[in-house]
């Protein structure tokens, strides 16, 4: 989920009203949103990637693709 795509469900959670001192607070919110999402997403390649029947290089090259994103 892009922060662009949080700040637009917040817009729609109060109403479509955000006031442009406010943007900066949404920002930082959906900052921390996508950072905790990318997280949990590599976490479970994580555990993919040990499983014995899902294990391979793949699950965790895309831990640390998941992980990049939140670099770049």
Do not use: W
Not at 50 to 55: I, K, L, N, S, T
């Amino acid at each position: 989920m892009t922060k662009e795509e949080i700040i637009e469900l917040a817009c729609q959670t109060f109403g479509g009203i955000i006031k442009k001192g406010e943007r900066k607070n949404f920002l930082a919110f959906a900052k921390l949103v996508a950072e905790h999402e990318r997280e949990r997403c590599a976490e479970i390649c994580d555990v993919l990637a040990v499983h014995p029947e899902y294990a391979s290089s793949i699950t965790k090259l895309a831990a640390q693709a998941i992980r990049n994103r939140g670099q770049a």
